[in-house]
């Protein structure tokens, strides 16, 4: 079973290369088909069918077959991990900024 | 004594912006912000210099998919009152950016903490946009082990004299 950490590399990953993040900007809009998604862009469709395929591994967006197209659509919850991470590393400065207030007091007593 | 941190900017999500008044003077407290020995008993071990430009890194225990390194690089240091880095803690992940400032006050100093960098890729603003307040808010909420908890637990343990 895959860590939740590494889920999370998996989404940032995901979004790391511009051309999946186009993707996901035009699945925002809405469902589209793979040949509807490949339009735009300037590459093979099997490079574009790559990309997917990194976006559907990181849960980022769900297929289903429609006949015979597969239909890509946008689940925005997993973009929930970069609030999450945030969320973290504010909890860690919390506990952090505590400690140091320890280690002050420690350091100016007689 | 117990310290009172607050936040300047509750429900951001590209930033942490966090205040803390502390009742010493501000070369105790920047002091405490850049010599290792002083560092690694409130935050991590670590081999800071305060030198622009340098590279350092933060350490606790590793754990599944953390190799334990947060990796950083000083980019502003104006002693006592400003100081900058880096922080990425893996390679995959984004590097976002840690700011301290130092202001003398009455009877202490007021520290201020703003950790940026979490969602400022410009590419992504229109999907956040459409997500709009559902970003913060109305999303299901996804239950991640808190990696950071785990690197605080670590340092914890570290810090122990």
Redesign the interface.
């Known amino acids: 079973m895959k860590?939740?950490?590494?889920a999370?590399?998996d989404v940032?990953?995901a979004?790391?290369h511009?051309l999946r993040?186009?993707l996901?900007?035009l699945l925002?809009?809405g469902e589209h088909t793979a040949g509807q998604l490949a339009a735009p862009f300037a590459v093979t469709r099997p490079a574009v069918s790559q990309h997917l395929r990194v976006l559907l591994d990181a849960g980022l967006v769900r297929e289903r077959r429609d006949g015979r197209e597969r239909r890509y659509r946008l689940d925005?919850?997993?973009?929930?991990?970069?609030?999450?991470?945030?969320a973290?590393?504010?909890?860690?400065?919390?506990?952090?900024?505590?400690?140091?207030?320890?280690?002050?007091?420690g350091?100016?007593q007689p | 004594?117990?310290?009172d941190?607050r936040?300047n900017a509750p429900g951001d999500?590209?930033a942490?912006d966090?205040e803390?008044f502390?009742p010493?003077p501000v070369e105790?407290?920047w002091r405490?912000l850049t010599e290792p020995a002083?560092l690694a008993?409130?935050?991590m071990t670590n081999d800071f210099q305060a030198k622009v430009g340098h590279r350092f890194t933060f350490r606790t225990d590793p754990?599944?998919?953390?190799d334990g390194i947060v990796r950083c690089r000083v980019l502003d240091c104006e002693p006592p009152r400003r100081l900058a880095y880096t922080w990425r803690g893996?390679p995959?992940?984004?590097e976002?950016i840690v700011s301290w400032s130092l202001e003398p006050v009455p009877g202490g100093t007021r520290?201020r903490?703003v950790?940026s960098g979490?969602?400022t890729?410009p590419?992504?603003a229109?999907?956040r946009d459409?997500?709009g307040g559902?970003?913060?808010s109305k999303?299901?909420?996804?239950t991640?082990?808190?990696?950071?908890?785990r690197?605080?637990a670590g340092?914890?343990s570290q810090?122990a004299p």
């Open positions: 860590t939740v950490q590494r999370t590399e940032f990953t979004i790391a511009p993040r186009e996901l900007n925002a809009g925005p919850d997993r973009l929930t991990v970069v609030r999450d991470w945030l973290s590393h504010e909890r860690l400065w919390r506990l952090r900024l505590h400690a140091l207030g320890d280690y002050l007091d350091q100016e | 004594m117990t310290t941190v936040s999500h590209d942490i966090l803390a502390y010493h105790l407290v405490a002083a008993t409130w935050l754990a599944p998919g953390f893996m995959e992940l984004p976002t520290l903490l950790h979490f969602a890729d590419a992504l229109p999907l459409l997500l559902g970003w913060r999303l299901l909420a996804i991640l082990p808190d990696l950071l908890g690197l605080a340092s914890r810090g």
